[in-house]
């Protein structure tokens, strides 16, 4: 199958290009002009790509045209939930902007293409419960309204045109790849540099959050079983179990040898998304996926890789 990967050098995008390439797809994946260094080490390998943004409406359907795809994995986006506040137009243009791009571009030029959208747990907000395909969604972020617009549309482009158009409503997810912005990969990696000597404390905002913390490569497995439907639909993507910040911290720490030493100061986002926590049934049911791998598995995999980038013996 032709499958064609946005947001192809990030966490998720370098994941998927890999399993989809050693199951025998053509795996195209576009980057943009300034990402050249980050080709994640398949520039010449398995993965073809192509340069283009889903905020440029010709590039995509260029690329579109070019490559023919069976699959679309639309997984570009503005994702960095406290910048959202600092930069809205920036969000609402790549993250409902960028998938109207890929959705017209796919009506036009593949029209029998399966479309899997990254949609996102912070859609629901501060609602509460476990969430699953159903659940009130009142997001409170620009970056939650800007998932949540694009959502719609995937599901208006379902129903107006009988596209096939599914949408991933992913909970949390990191790995050793995730940039350490991110909260998960920031705690990883201050505990391995404490343990290397080379800091001494780790700032952190609310540490009373929980969040439904899964590994990525377990995830893009999921996107890959809903691309071979027949039928575009939604479904939630989570482990089903949340862990609080103090807990991510607390197994950082002890997986990295030493005594966790924490800062708490105000963080970078005017409200809080408190709870997130999935309710997976209908993947699980439909589709026989499950999440593979534990919390703490997750949290070890990461604090070790950070390890020896700091060049301590694990």
Known sequence: MRTFVTGATGQDGAYLAELLSERGDEVWGLYRGQEESRLNGLRNGPVKWVRGDVTDSASIQ??????????????????????????????????????????????????EAHVIQASTSEMYGNEGG????????????????????????????????????????????????RPPIFVSRKVAQAAARIRAGHDETLTLGNLN???????AGDFVEAYALMAEQNKGDDYVVATGVAHSLSELVRVAFKHAGVESRVEVRPGDRPVDVYSLCGDPRKIEKKLGWRAKTSFDSLIKMMVESDLEKEMVAV
């Open 209 to 215: 959050i929980w969040r439904d913390w899964g590994f």
């Open 62 to 111: 260029d690329a579109v045209q070019q490559i023919k795809p069976d699959y679309v994995f639309n997984l570009a986006a503005a994702s960095y939930v406290g910048l959202s506040w600092q930069m809205p137009k920036l969000y609402m243009e790549t993250n409902c902007g960028g998938v109207l791009n890929v959705l017209e571009a796919v009506r036009r030029f593949a029209p």
């Open 130 to 177: 476990a969430h699953n395909e159903n659940s009130k969604m009142i997001p409170a972020s620009p970056y939650g309204v800007s998932k949540l617009a694009a959502h719609h549309l995937c599901r208006i482009y379902r129903e107006s045109y009988e596209m096939r158009v599914s949408c991933a409503i992913s909970f949390n997810h990191e790995s050793p790849r």
